[in-house]
């Protein structure tokens, strides 16, 4: 195989230039040469996973060419998975997560991400942090959250509500704190309420878990009636939180 040099000045064209020279110097050979190699390693794994769950999961794999984000969605349509797994290299990426794959399943996928630091280690979600905003505890919180139940009566789970006031003008805490909406829809949950006072949501809720336990973290879309929280505010949390997130799609 001939050398190919591709002068790049960070525009569109000339990525698109660098993309086009990668895929003409890809070889059917080498393309084969990759899927084996994958195929190797994905059984190595397979193997280890089967062994440190006693044989007790069944483990499938296969190795797929194309964009994370658009496989991972075939492959949802096609299993409809409870939800979808994937790690980051902690502490942060700032640079690679801004066009990461992990941030493309945040934005596109209608499933529960959940994302995982490398350093976390799973143990019992025995402390969920529910991360919501005024209005909709105001509002009422919604009673279709089966997810929050499974948790409770597998792990026995207890769930912090954690609001966090980015506007200029304070809102009122008590009357929200009082409003029956979100305590009726929820009773049979295990519920504490901490209200934030910050310029920036992501920034009190690394600051909560800076001074309190938790085992997971849960965002919810604004599109389904949860937490004003864009898809730049859920990746800088999935990149800085020191546990798991999970980003929750109804």
């Given at each position: 195989?001939?050398?190919?040099?591709?002068?790049?000045?960070?525009?569109?064209?000339?990525?698109?230039?660098?993309?086009?020279?990668?895929?003409?110097?890809?070889?059917?050979?080498?393309?084969?040469?990759?899927?084996?190699?994958?195929?190797?390693?994905?059984?190595?794994?397979?193997?280890?996973?089967?062994?440190?769950?006693?044989?007790?999961?069944?483990?499938?794999?296969?190795?797929?060419?194309?964009?994370?984000?658009?496989?991972?969605?075939?492959?949802?349509?096609?299993?409809?998975?409870?939800?979808?797994?994937?790690?980051?290299?902690?502490?942060?990426?700032?640079?690679?997560?801004?066009?990461?794959?992990?941030?493309?399943?945040?934005?596109?996928?209608?499933?529960?991400?959940?994302?995982?630091?490398?350093?976390?280690?799973?143990?019992?979600?025995?402390?969920?942090?529910?991360?919501?905003?005024?209005?909709?505890?105001?509002?009422?919180?919604?009673?279709?959250?089966?997810?929050?139940?499974?948790?409770?009566?597998?792990?026995?789970?207890?769930?912090?509500?954690?609001?966090?006031?980015?506007?200029?003008?304070?809102?009122?805490?008590?009357?929200?704190?009082?409003?029956?909406?979100?305590?009726?829809?929820?009773?049979?949950?295990?519920?504490?309420?901490?209200?934030?006072?910050?310029?920036?949501?992501?920034?009190?809720?690394?600051?909560?878990?800076?001074?309190?336990?938790?085992d997971l973290v849960m965002v919810f879309p604004k599109k389904h009636g949860l937490l004003d929280f864009h898809t730049s505010q859920s990746r800088k949390l999935a990149e800085h939180s020191p546990i798991p997130v999970?980003?929750?799609?109804?």
């Amino acid at each position: 195989m001939k050398s190919i040099a591709v002068p790049i000045n960070f525009s569109p064209c000339a990525f698109n230039a660098a993309r086009y020279a990668a895929e003409l110097m890809m070889t059917e050979s080498l393309y084969q040469e990759m899927v084996e190699a994958a195929n190797i390693a994905l059984q190595r794994i397979k193997a280890e996973l089967t062994a440190r769950t006693h044989n007790k999961v069944k483990i499938d794999y296969s190795v797929e060419a194309g964009s994370v984000a658009a496989k991972v969605s075939d492959l949802c349509r096609q299993m409809k998975p409870y939800a979808i797994i994937v790690g980051t290299t902690s502490p942060t990426l700032e640079k690679f997560l801004a066009g990461s794959s992990v941030a493309s399943l945040l934005r596109n996928l209608d499933y529960p991400v959940l994302v995982v630091p490398e350093s976390a280690a799973f143990h019992r979600l025995g402390r969920i942090l529910l991360a919501c905003d005024l209005d909709d505890i105001g509002s009422g919180m919604p009673n279709s959250l089966p997810l929050l139940k499974d948790l409770r009566d597998h792990f026995g789970s207890r769930f912090d509500i954690v609001t966090v006031d980015t506007h200029k003008v304070l809102s009122d805490k008590a009357t929200v704190i009082e409003s029956g909406g979100w305590k009726t829809q929820l009773k049979d949950l295990y519920l504490d309420f901490h209200y934030i006072r910050k310029s920036k949501v992501e920034d009190g809720i690394l600051e909560y878990l800076s001074h309190n336990e938790a085992d997971l973290v849960m965002v919810f879309p604004k599109k389904h009636g949860l937490l004003d929280f864009h898809t730049s505010q859920s990746r800088k949390l999935a990149e800085h939180s020191p546990i798991p997130v999970l980003s929750f799609h109804e």
